[in-house]
C-alpha cells in the first residue's frame, strides 16, 4: 500500500468529509460501526440498491496529485456510466494544517457498480486513489465500507456507519492553501517550478527569467503605486494615463518576459498556475525596484491580485466561507516589495460587463467564470480587501475614464506626495 495512503488512513475516522452539492457543503464523518446500531440518514434518501464512491487522491507528491486531479476529473465525467452523478468532494483533519485532500464523490445504481469498480481499479494503478464504496444498508441505514485500491492492489477494507458532522469554523480549503494555492515567499514558488521540471520543460524557461534572489537592494526613491480590480474596470486605461500625467515608469504583472508561457501556465493546475503568478511578482518587483530609484511607479496587477485571486478560487460557496479577516492567507510575503499605494477600482458587474462586450478582447476561461458565476466574482472583490500590507483605497471606476484619472491623481498626490 502507498506509504502516503497509510499515513491517511491511521488517522481516518478522525477525518471530515466535505461533498459539495451545488456549492452547498455537506459534511459527514466514519464512525466505528457497532453490531445493531442503526446508522442516521446522511444523504437523504438512498434506495437499497444506490451505490456512493468517494475517490480521494492521495499521492505523497503534490505536483503529481496537482497534475492528477483535473485528468481525474476528465476521465471520470468521459467513462463513467450514464446516470452517474460526479461532485467535488474533499477530506480533511479538524484544524490540521495540509490535511485537505480532494477528490470525488460519484453517486450510482447498483448495477453500473461492477463497471464504475473497474474504472477505479484501472485508474487507481496510477495513482494511490483512496476508493471508499458506500451503500444503504438494511432499513435505510447508511454504511460505509472502505477499500483502498492502490498499485499493489493491496486492499483493506473496513466497515463504517457514515454520520452528520458540525460545519467547521472556516472552510477547510484553508487548511492546505498556504503555499498550494497562495505562496508567501519566492522559495515555496520557485520549488514549485523546479519540481515542474519533469512534467513542464517551459518551467525551465521561467526559471531561467527569476532573480539570483527576491530580496530587492533597496527601497525605490520614488513613490509605487499599484492599480487593481477585475478585468474591464479600466486598469490599462487608467495606468496608461497615470504614466503620461505623472512622468511614470508603467510595469505590469506579470511581466512582459514571462507573456510567451502564460497561456500555457494559465491551463496548469492551481498550484502551479498561482506558482507562476507569484513568481511574475518578484520579477516585476526587481523592475519597479530598478525604475523607482529614477521615476515614480505605476504598476497595473500585483501581489493583490495574484492572492485575491487565489483565494477566491480555492474556497467555493458565499463570501463568508472565505477565511475570516485576519488570516495569516491575506498576509504580504515578506520577501516581496511592498508599494507606496494600492488602489482598487470597483465598478458594478453590468457597466463591467458591458466594457467587456465593447473592448471586444475574447473572454478568458476565468472571466467566463466571473460572469457567470456570482459568488466567485463576490469572493475575489472580497479577498482583494481583506489583503494586508499597503494600504489599499477603493476608487469607483464608473465615471468617465477622464473622472476617474483626476480622482485617482488627487488620492495619489495628496497620498504619495506627488
Ligand atoms: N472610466 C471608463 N469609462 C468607460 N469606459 C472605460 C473606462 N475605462 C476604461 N474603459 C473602457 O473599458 C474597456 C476596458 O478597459 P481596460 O482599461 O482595458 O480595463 P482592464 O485593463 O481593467 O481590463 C476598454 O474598452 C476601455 O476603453
Ligand atoms: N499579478 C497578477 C496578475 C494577474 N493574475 C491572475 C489573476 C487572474 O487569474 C488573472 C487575471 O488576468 P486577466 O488576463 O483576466 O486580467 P488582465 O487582462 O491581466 O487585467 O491573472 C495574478 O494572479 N497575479
Partial sequence: MAKHAKSLLSRWSSRVFLVEVDEKPLYFRLQERHRGERAPRVFGRLREEDRCYSVLVCSGDRIKAAKFYPELRDK??????????????????????????????????AESSAHIERLLRDLGRREPLLVCSYAAAGGGGQRWTQR?????????????????????????????MINNDVFYSFEEARDVFRKCGGIIPEAASVLEMLPGSPEVCRKPNFPVIVIEGLDATGKTTLTESLRDSLGAALLRSPPECLSPWRALFDQEPPLIRRAFYALGNYITAQQIAQEGMKTPVIVDRFWHSTAAYAIATA???????????????????????????VLLLTLDAEERKRRLKDRG???????????????????????????????????DASPSADKVLQQTLLLIRSNCHL
Fill in 148 to 176: 483502498l485500491w492502490s498499485p499493489s492492489e493491496d486492499e483493506t477494507v473496513s466497515d463504517y456507519f457514515v454520520v452528520p458532522s458540525d460545519e467547521p469554523e472556516s472552510h477547510p480549503s484553508a487548511l492546505s
Fill in 76 to 109: 471520470l465525467a468521459r467513462d463513467l456510466p450514464p446516470g452517474c452523478d460526479l461532485t467535488r468532494m474533499g477530506s480533511f483533519l479538524p484544524r490540521v494544517r495540509d490535511s485537505f485532500i480532494r477528490g470525488y464523490f460519484l453517486k450510482s445504481s
Fill in 361 to 395: 478582447l475574447e473572454k478568458t476561461d476565468e472571466e467566463q467564470q466571473l460572469d457567470r458565476n456570482q459568488l466567485f466574482r463576490l469572493r475575489v472583490e472580497e479577498a482583494y480587501r481583506r489583503i494586508s500590507g499597503p494600504p489599499c483605497v477603493t476608487v
Fill in 315 to 341: 474556497t467555493s460557496g458565499p463570501v463568508s466561507n472565505l477565511p475570516q479577516r485576519g488570516s495569516e492567507v491575506y498576509s504580504w510575503p515578506s520577501d516581496l516589495l511592498q508599494p507606496s499605494f
